[in-house]
């Protein structure tokens, strides 16, 4: 009786490959982690907000620790959350226009609420983020407050 002494193939991926896309995955669940915190920062101030102030006081002062830790954290993995609410907005810019199609091309546009933040990962762009924009009310004097 004869063995088959055929094995399975070995893994022949590259070790530098395989830490290569252990690295991304990696990456992609810290910009996820990034864009969460981000969206329940926001979501957290609109809620004190309505809440008593002694109260609101105390859960600001308990995400303020959480929030600093993910931020040192963030820091670390060279992620960097960008809010561009009040820029000018321009189309090439790392930011999807939710409502672009309601304005004229001529018009002057400004950012006036983010929902996704820009992330940067070693100021490189990794996601690009998301916001509402409306109609600059004097294009000139937008641009002299950004500078």
């Known amino acids: 009786m004869k063995r088959?002494?055929?094995?399975?193939?070995?893994?022949?991926?590259?070790?530098?490959?395989?830490?290569?896309?252990?690295?991304?995955?990696?990456?992609?669940?810290?910009?996820?982690?990034?864009?969460?915190?981000?969206?329940?920062?926001?979501?957290?101030?609109?809620?004190?907000?309505?809440?008593?102030?002694?109260?609101?006081?105390?859960?600001?002062?308990?995400?303020?620790?959480?929030?600093?830790?993910?931020?040192?954290?963030?820091?670390?993995?060279?992620?960097?959350?960008?809010?561009?609410s009040g820029q000018l907005y321009d189309v090439g810019m790392a930011v999807q226009g939710m409502n672009l199609e309601e304005f004229e091309e001529e018009e002057s546009l400004i950012i006036t609420r983010m929902v996704e933040p820009v992330i940067l990962w070693n100021g490189r762009v990794v996601r690009s983020g998301m916001a509402m924009l409306g109609r600059a009310a004097h294009p000139q004097e937008a641009e002299e407050e950004q500078t």
């Open 4 to 84: 088959n002494r055929s094995r399975s193939a070995p893994d022949t991926e590259a070790p530098e490959k395989m830490i290569e896309k252990e690295n991304e995955h990696l990456r992609s669940a810290l910009v996820e982690i990034a864009a969460e915190n981000w969206r329940f920062e926001h979501a957290l101030k609109k809620v004190l907000q309505g809440m008593d102030i002694m109260e609101a006081e105390r859960f600001s002062r308990q995400y303020s620790y959480f929030s600093s830790r993910v931020s040192q954290a963030m820091s670390l993995a060279g992620l960097t959350c960008l809010d561009m």
